[in-house]
């Protein structure tokens, strides 16, 4: 009922205006959460997504970040924070973009894409047809893959199911 007609997350403006229930929602219901995200977010213009701002803004990256450690749901999680970021107006290090690019550093411990998926997603965001925005982030997601420091934040999830954990690879995988 919470995602039909008339619903608390019917269409983004509502889930908007009921975020930190959505970020529950979303560690139990990740593939329930992730649709509602993709066909709103992905209508919006970079201007759009500008407006979002504020405890509504940070919300919805904390929404995302339950998406992002599940392995059903990060590579479209990413590609979504991808679009919030390529309109950030935070300046936090824990912002769209900020959480975007370590993502790409093939030892971070709970991001479950494997490299060739997360390599694929850079590629889209260089992408020439892509805004400049777009591209930076792409930019600053490789230059965070190659840095040889590097540290992120451990998330942690209130749902019943634990966050996934970062594919088995090897150093030879990482070095290509």
Request: hydrophobic share 45%; with cysteine.
């Amino acid at each position: 009922q919470l995602f039909g007609a008339e619903g608390l997350f019917w269409t983004l403006p509502v889930a908007l205006r009921n975020m930190r229930l959505l970020r529950v929602v979303a560690g139990a219901a990740p593939d329930r959460v992730l649709p509602l995200l993709k066909r709103h977010l992905e209508g919006l213009t970079p201007e759009q997504r500008l407006i979002i701002e504020g405890d509504a803004r940070r919300d919805l990256v904390w929404t995302l970040e339950e998406l992002l450690f599940r392995r059903t749901t990060c590579a479209d999680a990413t590609r979504l924070l991808a679009l919030l970021a390529e309109a950030e107006n935070e300046n936090w290090g824990n912002n769209a973009t900020g959480v975007f690019s370590e993502l790409f550093h093939p030892f971070h411990s709970q991001f479950p894409l494997p490299l060739q998926e997360r390599l694929q997603i850079l590629l889209e965001c260089a992408d020439s047809a892509r805004s400049p925005g777009c591209q930076l982030l792409a930019l600053k997601g490789a230059r965070q893959a190659l840095g040889r420091m590097f540290s992120h934040m451990l998330r942690r999830s209130e749902a019943f199911r634990p966050l996934d954990k970062r594919p088995a690879m090897t150093y030879g995988e990482v070095f290509d």
